[in-house]
């Protein structure tokens, strides 16, 4: 069983900045791509940000230059710095990462989903 647990949402000002954390827990042998996606009322959820083990980063076009993803992996988290927020950065943000789990009959891959936190960015 792989758990990922974010934290660091709230409410802020436009402008101002969060710092969301992202830590997996369970029987991980080593965790591939990490990323952070957004799901808005009424629309569809997208991609904010992944990055590999190796640290190679991919942003959407629309926090390029804003936000800002990170990991540690001796702690298997990931973050994400996001400043000069905009009222349309208002979602749940949600951890994804790509696990290979210990399992007693042979290692297997996982695509592991956190719970979600919501930022809301008040103009």
């Known amino acids: 069983q792989v758990q990922l647990v974010e934290s660091g949402g709230g409410l802020v000002q436009a402008g101002g900045s969060l710092r969301l954390s992202c830590a997996a827990s369970?029987?991980?042998?080593?965790?591939?791509?990490m990323g952070w996606y957004r799901q808005a009322p009424g629309k569809q959820r997208e991609l904010v940000a992944t990055?590999?083990?190796?640290?190679?980063?991919n942003y959407a076009d629309s926090v390029k230059g804003r936000f800002t993803i990170s990991r540690d992996n001796a702690k298997n988290t990931v973050y994400l710095q996001m400043n000069s927020l905009e009222p349309e950065d208002t979602a749940v943000y949600y951890c994804?990462?790509?696990?290979?789990?210990?399992?007693?009959?042979?290692?297997?891959?996982?695509?592991?989903w956190g719970r979600g936190t919501l930022v809301t960015v008040s103009s």
């Open positions: 994804n990462a790509g696990v290979v789990a210990v399992a007693s009959g042979g290692n297997r891959y996982l695509e592991v």
């Open positions: 990055i590999t083990r190796g640290g190679i980063t």
């Open positions: 369970g029987s991980i042998f080593s965790i591939n791509v």
